[in-house]
């Protein structure tokens, strides 16, 4: 098993003629990922190598019975993709942009809650099920299949975390980066929820950062809830407060959203805490 | 975005918020004329920068005549002035406001903000205004008033109502308030502000209400569909680096320490500063070239940073996603062939393209270091310092 996806998940690219789009469908494609269709307004008839190419989501959805999109589209129409989506039909919505505009993501969160369906991120590094599914833009071959499950607010940070665990020959079940936005579609707990429900899962990496208190909320998820154990990392002990670190949720904010005030959290709820990147998969070996 | 108080009370006015009557002044002149405009004293001196705490630092002063007008803007432009918000170092005043005095009753505290948690737009009130709301929040949090609003609805007249009660505010204000407040929402939500505070929001002694504050943050991502805010931007207050780095869409920001640092993806890059703490040395930046950078901004990247006189060595840190490694080196070999590499450079790369990448530093023959890992990235780059 694994979380969320696999090697059925029909998958369609929004915003697959773009130069991002198009490399990164490639990759998937590469990697095993069915990806069904793409959709392009304007566009559609033609074809992105063999993928044909739809004006919206709902042609695709009815002729092909994608029940996946992976979003590349530019920020000021991220929204309206995410949208697009969801109203199609779509059970889960994987955003890869990054730049959407906050108000614009709080009324999107708002929206789907009427809908059955999922989002992952935006801004974020999307979802993997290795050699099964990539719906995403992390490097396929630095993943192997195991029973890790890694989630993250960060792109590259995941990949680092992955490779150090791929090198040690720990393999991952599924990794999900749920982005670096203020307001995002599915968050730790969720993910922590269906790790505990997956029977191929033994173990959870958790990476966090500064900004927010997504990560306090899910130390105390952990610890009423979980059984398996979990590792977590923050970055960004030594950002300063006040300045927005790259991501646009990642800013301490007053005295809310430290890096310090989280590593408390984990620690007082039970999670096995690295605070030395460099060491991180040594130790998942020694607590898994 | 930040802007000052005097460029966020010019758009209140826009949007009917109640401000007092006031203008910006650059010159200890214009301040003298802006106060004989005003028709009266006391008026308000008050040192335009983007930091909270400028009161208790001696920015804020009341002026009863036209001399003590000339002596305060004289002594207030140009002064360094040290907040808690603005580091030990201070913000030079360039700009005045200069305001009509107010006969307060009572100082309240209002803003608006994005709450990350419910995907709302919450409403903070507190009857205890003048006062940090951290503060407050931390000692008495039941006097803080949290209304949640949803975005697909908008304000709705109960919750303008439940903001009023819960301040207190006579029945002679109540209807003016709740203008205030529907108005500062519709200029929220206008101009997608990511906060907007008033502290303090005064009653005064004619039950009239008005921001005697403004405080107001854009969200970054959204000024693309407000070219009229973007001349508000006041590059004065940023750190020209900063501001060099913004040009090229890099996300930079300056730091007190020598080691500097060029890293893809926002979550390593913060990582990558606390593994150069780690190790014994101390970040000079932060630097996040992006998922999607191309070559140039990585050369600009580099020349930003080897421009940096307190760099001492630079660790390169790439994980390739998005960002492909070939397209990083390419980058890397424009900036070592314009700018030049007069200090140690350790650089660690994997990921997409990787051997490409490396393909292309080698084929360059700079001078540079190579790391198996980031442990071992770590140490080499303490040791160039150390």
Known sequence: ?????????????????????????????????????????????????????????????????????????????????????????????????????ILDMVKVKNFLAAKNCRLIGPNCPGIITPDECKIGIMPGNIHKKGNIGVISRSGTLTYEVVDQLTKL???????????????????????????????????????????????????????????????????????????????????????????????????????????????????????? | MKIHEYQAKELFRKYNVPVPDGNAAFSVEEAKESAANLGGFPVVVKAQIHAGGRGKGGGVKLASSMEEVETLAGQILGMTLVTHQTGPEGKLVKKLLIEAGQKIEKELYLSLLVDRATASIVIMASRDGGMDIEEVAANTPERIIKVYIDPLMGIQGYQLRQVGFGLEIPPAAMKQFSQLLSNLYKFFI??????????????????????????????????????????????????????????????????????????????????????????????ANFMDVGGGATSEQVENAFRIILDDDKVKALLVNIFGGILRCDIFARGVVDAARKTGIDIPVVVRMEGTNVDEGKKILDDAGLNLTSAFDLSDAARKIAAAVN
Do not use: W
């Open chain 1, 169 to 288: 020959g720990m393999g991952q079940s599924t990794c999900i980066g749920i982005g670096g936005d203020p307001v995002n579609g599915t968050n730790f707990i969720d993910v922590l929820e269906a790790f505990q429900n997956d029977d191929e899962t033994t173990g959870i990496v958790m990476v966090g950062e500064i900004g927010g208190s997504a990560e306090e909320e899910a130390a105390m998820y952990i610890k009423e809830n979980l059984t398996k154990p979990v590792v977590g990392f923050i970055a960004g002990l030594t950002a300063p407060p006040g300045r927005r670190m790259g991501h646009a949720g990642a800013i301490i904010s007053g005295s809310s959203g430290t890096g310090a005030a989280k590593i408390a959290a984990f620690k007082d709820n039970g999670i096995h805490v690295c605070e030395n990147l460099g060491q991180i998969g040594q130790v998942c070996k020694d607590v898994f």
């Open chain 1, 1 to 101: 098993m694994s979380i969320f996806i696999n090697k059925d998940t029909k998958v369609l690219v929004q915003g697959i003629t773009g130069n991002e789009g198009s490399f990164h469908t490639r990759q998937c494609i590469a990697y095993g990922t069915n990806i069904v269709a793409g959709v392009t307004p304007g566009k559609g008839g033609q074809k992105m190598d063999d993928v044909p190419v739809f004006n919206t989501v709902r042609q695709v959805v009815e002729e092909t019975g994608a029940t996946a999109s992976l979003i590349f589209v530019p920020p000021p129409f991220g929204a309206d993709a995410i949208m697009e989506a969801a109203d199609a039909g779509v059970d889960l919505i994987v955003t890869i942009t990054e730049g959407i505009p």
């Open chain 2, 190 to 283: 206008a101009n997608d502000c990511s906060m907007v505070e008033i502290n303090p929001l005064i009653l005064t002694s004619d039950d009239k209400v008005l921001a005697l504050d403004a405080k107001v943050d854009f969200d970054s991502n959204a000024l693309y569909r407000h070219k009229d805010l973007m001349g508000l931007r006041d590059l004065d207050e940023e750190d020209p680096l900063e501001v060099e780095a913004s040009k090229f869409n890099l996300n930079y920001i300056n730091l007190d320490g020598n080691v500097g640092n060029i890293v893809n993806g926002a979550g390593l890059a913060m990582a990558t500063m606390d593994i150069i703490k780690n190790a014994g040395a101390t970040p």
